[in-house]
């Protein structure tokens, strides 16, 4: 779904972008690895609808405008108390993704030309079967912790066990993945993990191995051109971000 052959150009764009961001410190959101991978996506495919679920402080609600000034865009958050980063061109709204009849909002035509980021840190499952049920075209689930992390159970654990964690305040609890899950997610979308822009660590921000998460290669693994200095700072930042394109046969 994504052509990763001569991404020099876009990475500078990026960064030159990046650096003039209005919210310099972004902790507990989206940063440098998954930003990016949200600005490539949304410039490259252009869609002209697009929906944001989890907006925190606003950061990546800033980078989807730079991606598509043209879009209309619809932020979704249940807690404004963090935000600091306000577009007048932004339809804001507290009702939850899985509430909204996007057909109706839409119009099942322009579904189909959505693409929905999740950053909310909800069951990506259940919104994967809201979107559907939705006609929405593409979406991007940045929270796509693998099987023994993260606070919620993502597609990557129900494409990789049977089984995955959620850790809740530090609490890890074992849960088992029903057996039809694995189906229904490839028989309703095709999947694409985002490979880490730059990686010279074998060691994830968990302290386990990106090799057990069945990590892809790093596009860099040394820092060939400055604008990758940034990734190489926030490099433990990269949590396995990925594209879905969703398959109505």
Same mark, same amino acid.
């Given at each position: 779904?994504?052509?990763?052959?001569?991404?020099?150009?876009?990475?500078?764009?990026?960064?030159?972008? !990046?650096?003039?961001?209005?919210?310099?410190?972004?902790?507990?959101?989206?940063?440098?690895?998954?930003?990016?991978?949200?600005?490539?996506?949304?410039?490259?495919?252009?869609?002209?609808?697009?929906?944001?679920?989890?907006?925190?402080?606003?950061?990546?609600?800033?980078?989807?405008?730079?991606?598509?000034?043209?879009?209309?865009?619809?932020?979704?958050?249940?807690?404004?108390?963090?935000?600091?980063?306000?577009?007048?061109?932004?339809? !804001?709204?507290?009702?939850?993704?899985?509430?909204?009849?996007?057909?109706?909002?839409?119009?099942?035509?322009?579904?189909?030309?959505?693409?929905?980021?999740?950053?909310?840190?909800?069951?990506?499952?259940?919104?994967?079967?809201?979107?559907?049920?939705?006609?929405?075209? &593409?979406?991007?689930?940045?929270?796509?912790?693998?099987?023994?992390?993260?606070?919620?159970?993502?597609?990557?654990?129900?494409?990789?066990?049977?089984?995955?964690?959620?850790?809740?305040?530090?609490?890890?609890?074992?849960?088992?993945?029903?057996?039809?899950?694995?189906?229904?997610?490839?028989?309703?979308?095709?999947?694409?993990?985002?490979?880490?822009? !730059?990686?010279?660590?074998?060691?994830?921000?968990?302290?386990?191995?990106?090799?057990?998460?069945?990590?892809?290669?790093?596009?860099?693994?040394?820092?060939?051109?400055?604008?990758?200095?940034?990734?190489?700072?926030?490099?433990?930042? !990269?949590?396995?971000?990925?594209?879905?394109?969703?398959? &109505?046969?």
């Amino acid at each position: 779904m994504i052509n990763t052959d001569n991404l020099k150009d876009i990475i500078d764009e990026f960064v030159k972008i !990046y650096e003039i961001r209005p919210i310099k410190n972004n902790p507990y959101g989206t940063e440098t690895p998954h930003l990016f991978w949200l600005y490539y996506i949304l410039k490259t495919f252009k869609p002209k609808f697009i929906i944001e679920s989890g907006v925190y402080q606003g950061l990546s609600t800033w980078i989807i405008e730079q991606a598509c000034p043209n879009a209309t865009i619809i932020s979704i958050d249940i807690d404004w108390s963090n935000l600091k980063y306000k577009s007048e061109k932004v339809n !804001y709204t507290s009702i939850d993704f899985n509430d909204i009849n996007w057909i109706d909002m839409l119009g099942e035509a322009n579904c189909s030309q959505t693409f929905a980021f999740i950053d909310d840190h909800q069951d990506n499952y259940k919104r994967l079967l809201h979107a559907h049920n939705n006609k929405i075209g &593409y979406m991007i689930f940045e929270d796509n912790y693998p099987t023994t992390q993260g606070d919620v159970l993502s597609l990557k654990k129900i494409l990789m066990n049977n089984k995955y964690i959620i850790d809740l305040n530090g609490q890890r609890t074992w849960h088992t993945i029903p057996l039809e899950y694995k189906d229904i997610v490839k028989n309703k979308c095709d999947y694409f993990e985002c490979p880490p822009v !730059y990686l010279d660590i074998d060691t994830t921000r968990w302290n386990d191995k990106f090799e057990e998460h069945e990590c892809k290669p790093a596009l860099y693994k040394s820092v060939d051109f400055p604008s990758l200095e940034i990734f190489k700072k926030e490099q433990l930042k !990269y949590g396995f971000i990925a594209l879905c394109k969703l398959k &109505y046969v």
